[in-house]
């Protein structure tokens, strides 16, 4: 056999993949489908409709039962749980089990529990001892029961980026990022006894000229917005009120940067992921675009993002 199988473990499955380790007490079914140079801990169990992609690693008891997709590189820890009937009865299977998809590079903690039918995006990260009720978008870090987004990994895997300090009000203007395109943005205030004012000509003060204006509010904290790129659309960020945290990302650089004034704006240029979240329960955020809605400019799969990238 071109992979290893503990003489303690069964394995019932043909289609394993070369350099595959299967390891003591796992038993694997004989639907199951597995990768190249995965490794499956002891105590692992794999039923019959469970895919695995290459390189990934299954920590000591977890079980994979029908539905459950594992994409290549993809980390579960130990006693990870995955569901796949959300109404289950003794004896009364449904009539098809709900796929649970793990994308690309994704990693579950210890003890995390994820319900059945959920999408975990590529890269992201679900903490140890999590309740996963909602899917999870790409590099995302969650915690807790029920799970929340408590910040996003960093390009390549590391952390995010820190925010790269703004002009003075005294001398507004806008700084570069690490992000491809990207820029921040001081806007000019005026401030007297009778109260503040912030402004920008479009022409002279904004990147674009907008076609389009929307505005988000009413978010609950908990929730993101955006979670795209746009093929050819610019899109400049305000927040008019509260506070809003406004992720960018160009596939190879991350960087996260806080909109808590009207003063502050930001670019995000055509096929830049962009992300927002942490909002607080009276954000107002302001959006102008540079072109008029077409649900075909957005790129609404981080996958298919990173794939428009490459070409």
Known sequence: MSFFVHPKAICE?????????????????PGARIGRDCNLCD????????????????????????????????????????????????KK???????????????IGANATILPGLRIGSGALVGAGAVVTRSVPANAIVAGNPARIIGYSGGRGGMVESMPELPAESSPGAVTTLVDGVRLYRLPRFAD???????????????????????????PSQETRGEHAHR???????????????LADDGLHRQEFALDSPTIGIHLPPMIWGTQYRYTP????????????????YVRSYDEFLALLRD
Not at 13 to 29: D, M, P, Q, S
Request: net charge negative.
């Open 93 to 107: 299977p449904p009539e098809k089990y709900l796929e649970t998809i793990v994308e690309s590079g994704a990693s």
């Open 13 to 29: 499955a043909a289609a394993i993949g070369e350099g595959t380790r299967v390891w003591a007490f796992a038993h694997i079914l």
């Open 282 to 297: 009276d954000a107002v955020l302001l959006v102008f675009a540079s072109d008029p809605y077409d649900a075909g400019d």
């Open 193 to 219: 006894m009778r109260g503040s004012l912030s402004v920008a000509e479009f022409d002279r003060d904004l990147p674009f000229v907008p076609r389009r204006h929307f505005v988000v509010y009413d978010v």
């Open 43 to 90: 105590g692992v169990f794999v039923e019959d409709d469970v895919v695995i992609g290459d390189r990934v690693t299954v920590k000591c008891g977890v079980q994979l039962w029908n539905g459950v997709r594992l994409h290549d590189d993809v980390f579960v820890g130990p006693n990870a749980t995955f569901t796949n009937d959300p109404f289950p009865r003794s």
């Open 232 to 246: 050819r659309c610019h899109q400049f960020l305000i927040c008019m009120h509260g506070s809003v945290r406004v």
